[in-house]
Protein backbone atom coordinates (compact mmCIF):
# COMPACT_ATOMS: atom_id res chain seq x y z
CA UNK A 1 0.00 0.00 0.00
CA UNK A 2 1.17 3.68 -0.63
CA UNK A 3 1.74 5.64 2.57
CA UNK A 4 -0.53 8.11 3.67
CA UNK A 5 1.94 10.36 3.23
CA UNK A 6 2.37 9.84 -0.22
CA UNK A 7 -0.81 9.60 -1.48
CA UNK A 8 -1.80 13.20 0.43
CA UNK A 9 1.53 14.22 -1.38
CA UNK A 10 -0.46 13.20 -4.90
CA UNK A 11 -3.33 14.99 -4.10
CA UNK A 12 -1.55 17.80 -3.36
CA UNK A 13 0.51 18.02 -6.85
CA UNK A 14 -3.35 17.37 -8.11
CA UNK A 15 -4.67 20.55 -6.56
CA UNK A 16 -1.18 22.40 -7.39
CA UNK A 17 -2.54 22.34 -11.07
CA UNK A 18 -5.26 24.19 -10.31
CA UNK A 19 -4.45 26.55 -7.15
CA UNK A 20 -0.66 27.29 -9.18
CA UNK A 21 -2.49 27.55 -12.74
CA UNK A 22 -2.69 30.83 -14.48
CA UNK A 23 -6.39 32.32 -15.51
CA UNK A 24 -5.77 30.90 -19.32
CA UNK A 25 -4.73 27.23 -18.07
CA UNK A 26 -7.17 27.46 -15.80
CA UNK A 27 -9.66 28.37 -18.63
CA UNK A 28 -8.35 25.54 -20.72
CA UNK A 29 -8.76 22.78 -18.13
CA UNK A 30 -12.45 23.77 -17.40
CA UNK A 31 -13.06 24.04 -21.34
CA UNK A 32 -11.22 20.50 -21.56
CA UNK A 33 -13.61 19.37 -19.03
CA UNK A 34 -16.63 20.86 -21.14
CA UNK A 35 -15.27 18.85 -23.71
CA UNK A 36 -14.96 15.70 -22.09
CA UNK A 37 -18.63 15.99 -20.80
CA UNK A 38 -20.12 16.12 -24.35
CA UNK A 39 -18.15 13.08 -25.44
CA UNK A 40 -19.97 11.29 -22.94
CA UNK A 41 -23.27 13.47 -23.59
CA UNK A 42 -23.19 11.79 -26.89
CA UNK A 43 -21.98 8.43 -26.32
CA UNK A 44 -25.53 8.63 -24.20
CA UNK A 45 -27.49 9.95 -27.91
CA UNK A 46 -26.19 6.93 -29.39
CA UNK A 47 -27.43 4.45 -26.88
CA UNK A 48 -30.66 5.80 -27.12
CA UNK A 49 -31.02 7.01 -30.34
CA UNK A 50 -28.76 3.99 -31.73
CA UNK A 51 -27.50 4.12 -35.74
CA UNK A 52 -24.40 2.79 -37.19
CA UNK A 53 -21.30 3.55 -35.10
CA UNK A 54 -18.62 3.43 -37.95
CA UNK A 55 -18.93 5.57 -41.09
CA UNK A 56 -18.94 9.01 -42.36
CA UNK A 57 -22.04 10.02 -40.07
CA UNK A 58 -22.72 8.41 -36.97
CA UNK A 59 -22.32 9.55 -32.91
CA UNK A 60 -19.00 8.04 -33.17
CA UNK A 61 -16.58 11.02 -34.53
CA UNK A 62 -18.78 13.46 -31.74
CA UNK A 63 -18.23 11.41 -28.99
CA UNK A 64 -14.32 10.11 -30.01
CA UNK A 65 -13.33 13.78 -30.78
CA UNK A 66 -15.52 15.06 -27.80
CA UNK A 67 -13.53 12.80 -25.71
CA UNK A 68 -10.05 12.90 -27.23
CA UNK A 69 -9.51 16.32 -27.67
CA UNK A 70 -11.20 16.84 -23.97
CA UNK A 71 -8.54 14.84 -22.54
CA UNK A 72 -5.66 16.17 -25.26
CA UNK A 73 -6.17 19.62 -23.87
CA UNK A 74 -5.50 19.12 -20.67
CA UNK A 75 -2.86 17.10 -20.83
CA UNK A 76 -1.44 19.52 -23.09
CA UNK A 77 -1.94 22.27 -20.66
CA UNK A 78 -0.44 20.39 -17.68
CA UNK A 79 2.69 19.83 -20.26
CA UNK A 80 3.30 22.78 -21.04
CA UNK A 81 3.40 24.40 -17.01
CA UNK A 82 6.98 21.94 -16.92
CA UNK A 83 8.24 23.96 -20.44
CA UNK A 84 10.37 27.19 -19.94
CA UNK A 85 8.06 29.91 -22.24
CA UNK A 86 7.73 33.36 -22.38
CA UNK A 87 4.14 34.44 -20.37
CA UNK A 88 2.66 35.91 -23.39
CA UNK A 89 3.68 33.27 -25.90
CA UNK A 90 2.20 30.42 -23.73
CA UNK A 91 -0.80 32.33 -23.08
CA UNK A 92 -1.36 32.83 -27.32
CA UNK A 93 -0.38 29.20 -28.08
CA UNK A 94 -2.78 27.90 -25.03
CA UNK A 95 -5.71 29.69 -25.73
CA UNK A 96 -5.05 28.89 -29.40
CA UNK A 97 -5.28 25.53 -28.69
CA UNK A 98 -8.44 25.65 -26.50
CA UNK A 99 -10.47 27.62 -29.23
CA UNK A 100 -9.36 25.29 -32.05
CA UNK A 101 -10.25 22.44 -29.94
CA UNK A 102 -14.19 23.82 -29.66
CA UNK A 103 -14.30 24.60 -33.37
CA UNK A 104 -13.29 21.19 -34.11
CA UNK A 105 -15.91 19.39 -31.61
CA UNK A 106 -18.71 22.17 -32.18
CA UNK A 107 -18.70 21.62 -35.94
CA UNK A 108 -18.23 18.00 -36.18
CA UNK A 109 -21.40 17.60 -33.41
CA UNK A 110 -23.25 20.18 -35.25
CA UNK A 111 -23.00 18.10 -38.54
CA UNK A 112 -23.61 14.58 -36.57
CA UNK A 113 -26.82 16.45 -35.62
CA UNK A 114 -27.52 17.68 -38.94
CA UNK A 115 -27.09 13.85 -40.27
CA UNK A 116 -24.38 14.57 -42.54
CA UNK A 117 -20.46 13.84 -43.19
CA UNK A 118 -18.33 16.26 -41.34
CA UNK A 119 -15.32 15.93 -43.52
CA UNK A 120 -14.68 15.83 -46.97
CA UNK A 121 -18.48 17.18 -47.66
CA UNK A 122 -19.08 19.98 -49.98
CA UNK A 123 -22.43 19.49 -50.82
CA UNK A 124 -23.69 22.83 -49.80
CA UNK A 125 -22.61 26.14 -49.15
CA UNK A 126 -22.71 25.43 -45.41
CA UNK A 127 -21.09 22.06 -45.31
CA UNK A 128 -18.16 23.69 -47.48
CA UNK A 129 -17.84 26.25 -44.88
CA UNK A 130 -17.46 23.81 -42.13
CA UNK A 131 -15.20 21.71 -43.88
CA UNK A 132 -12.60 24.72 -44.47
CA UNK A 133 -13.07 26.14 -40.67
CA UNK A 134 -11.74 22.06 -39.41
CA UNK A 135 -9.07 22.22 -41.68
CA UNK A 136 -8.34 26.14 -40.27
CA UNK A 137 -9.11 24.66 -36.96
CA UNK A 138 -6.77 21.64 -37.43
CA UNK A 139 -3.98 24.47 -38.75
CA UNK A 140 -4.13 26.35 -35.26
CA UNK A 141 -4.15 23.35 -33.79
CA UNK A 142 -0.38 22.48 -35.51
CA UNK A 143 1.01 25.79 -34.90
CA UNK A 144 0.37 25.51 -30.96
CA UNK A 145 1.46 22.26 -30.52
CA UNK A 146 4.75 22.78 -32.81
CA UNK A 147 5.76 26.21 -30.68
CA UNK A 148 5.77 23.91 -27.45
CA UNK A 149 7.54 21.18 -28.85
CA UNK A 150 10.24 23.79 -30.22
CA UNK A 151 10.12 25.65 -26.80
CA UNK A 152 10.44 21.62 -24.99
CA UNK A 153 13.67 21.36 -27.60
CA UNK A 154 15.50 23.86 -26.69
CA UNK A 155 18.83 23.26 -23.72
CA UNK A 156 17.18 23.62 -20.25
CA UNK A 157 13.73 24.13 -21.28
CA UNK A 158 12.99 21.36 -18.55
CA UNK A 159 14.35 20.99 -15.09
CA UNK A 160 14.37 17.30 -14.77
CA UNK A 161 16.04 15.07 -16.91
CA UNK A 162 13.34 11.90 -16.79
CA UNK A 163 10.69 14.73 -17.51
CA UNK A 164 12.27 16.60 -20.25
CA UNK A 165 12.66 13.27 -22.13
CA UNK A 166 8.86 12.08 -21.37
CA UNK A 167 7.77 15.78 -22.48
CA UNK A 168 9.99 16.39 -25.78
CA UNK A 169 8.86 12.46 -26.65
CA UNK A 170 4.86 13.00 -25.99
CA UNK A 171 5.29 16.04 -27.86
CA UNK A 172 7.06 14.67 -31.16
CA UNK A 173 4.83 11.79 -31.15
CA UNK A 174 1.99 14.60 -31.05
CA UNK A 175 3.29 15.92 -34.48
CA UNK A 176 3.24 12.78 -35.73
CA UNK A 177 -0.01 13.06 -35.18
CA UNK A 178 -1.44 15.69 -36.15
CA UNK A 179 0.89 15.28 -39.39
CA UNK A 180 -0.60 12.01 -40.14
CA UNK A 181 -4.30 14.12 -39.70
CA UNK A 182 -2.97 15.98 -42.00
CA UNK A 183 -2.27 13.06 -44.54
CA UNK A 184 -6.16 11.73 -43.81
CA UNK A 185 -7.33 15.12 -45.13
CA UNK A 186 -5.15 15.09 -47.97
CA UNK A 187 -5.61 11.60 -49.15
CA UNK A 188 -9.63 12.16 -48.48
CA UNK A 189 -9.89 15.56 -50.50
CA UNK A 190 -7.84 13.82 -53.24
CA UNK A 191 -10.03 10.56 -53.59
CA UNK A 192 -13.37 13.32 -53.14
CA UNK A 193 -12.21 15.38 -56.19
CA UNK A 194 -12.29 11.99 -57.76
CA UNK A 195 -16.41 11.93 -57.86
CA UNK A 196 -15.65 9.43 -55.04
CA UNK A 197 -16.81 9.63 -51.53
CA UNK A 198 -16.72 6.32 -50.58
CA UNK A 199 -12.98 6.35 -51.28
CA UNK A 200 -12.32 9.27 -49.40
CA UNK A 201 -13.36 8.12 -46.53
CA UNK A 202 -11.82 4.44 -46.49
CA UNK A 203 -8.55 6.20 -47.87
CA UNK A 204 -8.19 8.18 -45.16
CA UNK A 205 -9.36 6.08 -42.30
CA UNK A 206 -6.49 3.71 -42.98
CA UNK A 207 -4.23 6.03 -41.05
CA UNK A 208 -6.81 6.36 -37.70
CA UNK A 209 -4.60 3.71 -35.71
CA UNK A 210 -1.47 5.77 -36.07
CA UNK A 211 -3.44 8.82 -35.48
CA UNK A 212 -4.98 7.38 -32.27
CA UNK A 213 -1.39 5.90 -30.83
CA UNK A 214 0.96 8.76 -31.24
CA UNK A 215 -1.96 11.24 -29.98
CA UNK A 216 -2.20 10.29 -26.45
CA UNK A 217 1.71 9.58 -26.15
CA UNK A 218 1.82 13.11 -24.46
CA UNK A 219 -0.34 12.00 -22.17
CA UNK A 220 0.78 8.11 -21.17
CA UNK A 221 4.84 9.18 -21.07
CA UNK A 222 4.81 12.74 -18.80
CA UNK A 223 2.45 10.99 -16.69
CA UNK A 224 5.01 8.12 -16.08
CA UNK A 225 7.60 10.61 -15.01
CA UNK A 226 5.25 12.38 -13.17
CA UNK A 227 4.87 9.23 -11.15
CA UNK A 228 8.49 8.80 -10.26
CA UNK A 229 8.73 12.74 -9.15
CA UNK A 230 7.35 10.65 -5.90
CA UNK A 231 10.17 8.03 -5.55
CA UNK A 232 13.20 9.05 -3.60
CA UNK A 233 15.47 7.46 -6.73
CA UNK A 234 18.47 9.32 -8.12
CA UNK A 235 17.60 11.27 -11.46
CA UNK A 236 19.81 8.65 -13.27
CA UNK A 237 17.32 5.65 -12.34
CA UNK A 238 13.95 7.30 -13.26
CA UNK A 239 15.85 8.73 -16.53
CA UNK A 240 16.44 4.76 -16.90
CA UNK A 241 12.06 3.67 -16.30
CA UNK A 242 11.21 7.24 -18.59
CA UNK A 243 13.69 5.65 -21.56
CA UNK A 244 11.97 2.01 -21.06
CA UNK A 245 8.77 4.23 -21.68
CA UNK A 246 9.92 6.04 -24.55
CA UNK A 247 11.40 2.44 -26.13
CA UNK A 248 8.03 0.65 -25.45
CA UNK A 249 5.93 2.87 -26.93
CA UNK A 250 8.02 4.61 -29.88
CA UNK A 251 8.30 0.17 -30.87
CA UNK A 252 4.53 0.38 -30.72
CA UNK A 253 4.14 3.25 -32.31
CA UNK A 254 6.30 2.46 -35.12
CA UNK A 255 4.59 -1.14 -35.76
CA UNK A 256 1.84 0.65 -35.95
CA UNK A 257 2.51 3.28 -38.54
CA UNK A 258 3.64 0.94 -40.89
CA UNK A 259 0.37 -1.46 -40.90
CA UNK A 260 -1.23 1.83 -41.49
CA UNK A 261 0.89 3.18 -44.23
CA UNK A 262 0.45 -0.39 -45.58
CA UNK A 263 -2.86 0.38 -45.05
CA UNK A 264 -2.98 -3.51 -43.52
CA UNK A 265 -5.62 -3.57 -40.35
CA UNK A 266 -3.75 -4.42 -37.09
CA UNK A 267 -6.16 -7.13 -36.14
CA UNK A 268 -4.43 -8.77 -39.71
CA UNK A 269 -1.27 -7.98 -39.26
CA UNK A 270 2.24 -10.23 -39.62
CA UNK A 271 3.66 -12.44 -37.02
CA UNK A 272 6.63 -9.89 -36.77
CA UNK A 273 4.41 -7.00 -36.67
CA UNK A 274 2.25 -8.31 -34.11
CA UNK A 275 6.01 -9.49 -32.32
CA UNK A 276 7.07 -5.39 -31.87
CA UNK A 277 3.70 -4.45 -30.63
CA UNK A 278 3.67 -6.59 -28.01
CA UNK A 279 7.23 -6.44 -26.99
CA UNK A 280 6.58 -2.77 -26.75
CA UNK A 281 3.31 -2.52 -24.81
CA UNK A 282 5.60 -5.28 -22.56
CA UNK A 283 8.12 -2.43 -22.17
CA UNK A 284 5.74 0.08 -21.29
CA UNK A 285 3.74 -1.32 -18.65
CA UNK A 286 6.70 -2.77 -17.12
CA UNK A 287 7.95 0.59 -16.84
CA UNK A 288 4.63 1.54 -15.17
CA UNK A 289 4.75 -0.59 -12.99
CA UNK A 290 8.74 -0.19 -11.94
CA UNK A 291 7.23 2.95 -11.22
CA UNK A 292 4.37 2.39 -9.07
CA UNK A 293 6.74 0.09 -7.51
CA UNK A 294 8.93 3.13 -6.93
CA UNK A 295 6.38 5.19 -5.50
CA UNK A 296 4.93 2.73 -2.95
CA UNK A 297 8.59 0.97 -1.62
CA UNK A 298 11.11 3.79 -2.36
CA UNK A 299 8.52 7.45 -1.12
CA UNK A 300 10.53 10.25 -1.57
CA UNK A 301 10.97 12.29 1.69
CA UNK A 302 10.46 16.14 -0.12
CA UNK A 303 7.66 17.84 0.52
CA UNK A 304 7.33 19.45 -3.07
CA UNK A 305 8.53 16.87 -5.13
CA UNK A 306 6.47 18.13 -8.43
CA UNK A 307 7.98 21.63 -9.60
CA UNK A 308 7.00 23.23 -12.82
CA UNK A 309 8.22 26.33 -15.05
Same mark, same amino acid.
Given at each position: MVAEGQIRSMRAALRTIWVDGRPIERFAYVVGLGLLLSGIAHFGVFLIEGGPWQGPVSWRKPVTFGLSFGLTLITLVWVSTWIRLGDRVRAA?????????????????? &??? *??? $??HFND????? *???????????????????????????????? *??????AIRSGLVLLVVALAVGVAMIARGIIALRSA? $??????????????????????????????????????????? *??? &?????????????????????????????????VVITGLVALTLSGIVAVYGVVHFPTKDTNPIRTA
Amino acid at each position: MVAEGQIRSMRAALRTIWVDGRPIERFAYVVGLGLLLSGIAHFGVFLIEGGPWQGPVSWRKPVTFGLSFGLTLITLVWVSTWIRLGDRVRAAMVGLFTAASVLEVSFISV &QAW *RGV $PSHFNDDTSLD *RAISTSLAIGGGLILISVLTFTVAALRAGSVD *RTDMRLAIRSGLVLLVVALAVGVAMIARGIIALRSAD $PDLAYTTAGAFKPIHAVAMHGVLVLPGLAWLLGFTCWTDLLRL *RVV &QLGVVGYALVALAVGVESALEVSPFAAPVLADVVVITGLVALTLSGIVAVYGVVHFPTKDTNPIRTA
